[in-house]
């Protein structure tokens, strides 16, 4: 196992202001079908990143198969990386609520949302940090539902012993096929697996082509439900809602797109995911998982123009 490394990446987009590069995005991807068979790659695709959230759908499936009742929303809430809205904060409470929990059986840390507006609002109301605004709230809900359901243990539900989180690792195990992973711990405190993009590709390709009831059941949630994976008008809710596509980020520049078998995995090197979304969309139409146009539209619509004064000056451009 090695990481990636700047000698195994390619370009992923660069911007130029007024015609002269000012900065340049550089990582690795794969567009991959279910089968591990590769579409086409640029960089290191057998090097070992963290996956970071894109981990949440294989943790939401386990929760699943460990008899969490979970649907709709609180389906999708299980794997989001949410905003920190209040429409999903009031989601997560009535979760805890209904397993007659609360806020402060969460184990993930406190944080502020990740919407910007979302942490303005909190701050004017004078709110601090909380547990419930942590992205991964939704996540660790679900994760207390399952050890409800199963009259686990409340208290050590993030410790890798625990018989969710070694339901998880087999999930994560059988969807991506990994053979060795790197044991690690997420930001939210939730164990984390250092795997290949080439593993990863093939385990969000095989979430999505329909041959595992669970993993229909959290696909068909999260169309139904994009806004609350992400938040409304941000990229992955605009992406899902645009190309009926599974799309999710990782913290440091991972991010997953996949619909019907076929997913697309990127890593960028800076840990930006400025470059991202555009080079997913653009990879997903070069492959005719979704129209070219689609994909102009959602890049114009999410990537910001380079801006001189009233003027734009420049432009984010896909390199891959």
Same mark, same amino acid.
């Given at each position: 196992?090695?990481?990636?490394?700047?000698?195994?990446?390619?370009? *992923?987009?660069?911007?130029?202001?007024?015609?002269?590069?000012?900065? %340049?995005?550089?990582?690795?991807?794969?567009?991959?079908?279910? @089968?591990?068979?590769?579409?086409?790659?640029?960089? @290191?695709?057998?090097?070992? #990143?963290?996956?970071?959230?894109?981990? /949440?759908?294989?943790?939401?499936?386990?929760?699943? %198969?460990?008899? !969490?009742?979970?649907?709709?929303?609180?389906?999708?809430?299980?794997?989001?990386?949410?905003?920190?809205?209040?429409?999903?904060?009031?989601?997560?409470?009535?979760?805890?609520?209904?397993?007659? *929990?609360?806020? @402060?059986?969460?184990?993930?840390?406190?944080?502020?949302?990740?919407?910007?507006?979302?942490?303005?609002?909190?701050?004017?109301?004078?709110?601090?940090?909380?547990?419930?605004?942590?992205?991964?709230?939704? /996540?660790?809900?679900?994760?207390?539902?399952?050890?409800?359901?199963?009259?686990? @243990?409340?208290?050590?539900?993030?410790?890798?012993?625990?018989?969710?989180?070694?339901?998880?690792?087999?999930?994560?195990?059988?969807?991506?096929?990994?053979?060795?992973?790197?044991?690690?711990?997420?930001?939210?405190?939730?164990?984390?697996?250092?795997?290949?993009?080439?593993?990863?590709?093939?385990?969000?390709?095989?979430?999505?082509?329909?041959?595992?009831?669970? &993993?229909?059941?959290?696909?068909?949630?999260?169309?139904?439900?994009?806004?609350?994976?992400?938040?409304?008008?941000?990229?992955?809710?605009?992406?899902?809602?645009?190309?009926?596509?599974?799309?999710?980020?990782?913290?440091?520049?991972?991010?997953?797109?996949?619909?019907?078998?076929? !997913?697309?995995?990127? /890593?960028?090197?800076?840990?930006?995911?400025?470059?991202?979304?555009? &080079?997913?969309?653009?990879?997903?139409? %070069?492959?005719?998982?979704?129209?070219?146009?689609? &994909?102009?539209?959602? #890049?114009?619509?999410?990537?910001?123009?380079?801006?001189?004064?009233?003027?734009?000056?420049?432009?984010?451009?896909?390199?891959?």
């Amino acid at each position: 196992m090695h990481p990636l490394s700047v000698e195994g990446c390619v370009e *992923l987009a660069s911007l130029d202001r007024n015609g002269l590069v000012e900065s %340049r995005h550089i990582g690795a991807f794969v567009v991959i079908g279910r @089968d591990g068979s590769v579409l086409e790659s640029g960089g @290191d695709i057998d090097a070992t #990143i963290f996956p970071r959230s894109t981990l /949440k759908p294989f943790q939401a499936i386990a929760a699943l %198969r460990a008899g !969490a009742q979970l649907e709709g929303v609180e389906l999708v809430l299980a794997t989001a990386s949410h905003c920190g809205s209040h429409r999903h904060t009031d989601a997560i409470e009535a979760m805890l609520a209904h397993d007659h *929990l609360g806020v @402060d059986d969460l184990g993930c840390p406190t944080d502020w949302p990740l919407g910007y507006n979302d942490k303005a609002d909190r701050i004017a109301a004078g709110e601090g940090p909380q547990r419930v605004t942590m992205n991964c709230s939704g /996540k660790h809900a679900a994760f207390l539902r399952a050890c409800v359901a199963n009259d686990w @243990d409340t208290q050590t539900y993030l410790q890798p012993e625990h018989p969710l989180q070694v339901l998880i690792r087999a999930v994560v195990e059988e969807f991506t096929g990994a053979k060795e992973m790197w044991p690690a711990v997420d930001g939210c405190g939730a164990p984390l697996y250092g795997m290949s993009l080439r593993d990863l590709g093939t385990g969000i390709a095989r979430a999505t082509d329909g041959h595992d009831s669970d &993993a229909e059941r959290l696909v068909n949630a999260i169309r139904a439900n994009a806004w609350a994976l992400d938040g409304p008008g941000r990229d992955n809710t605009r992406v899902i809602e645009s190309t009926d596509a599974i799309a999710k980020i990782g913290a440091e520049g991972v991010l997953i797109i996949a619909r019907e078998g076929i !997913a697309v995995a990127i /890593k960028c090197l800076d840990g930006s995911q400025r470059a991202n979304t555009a &080079a997913a969309v653009t990879l997903f139409a %070069r492959h005719g998982v979704i129209d070219r146009s689609v &994909a102009e539209d959602l #890049i114009d619509e999410l990537v910001s123009p380079i801006n001189g004064g009233d003027a734009v000056v420049g432009r984010l451009t896909v390199s891959v």
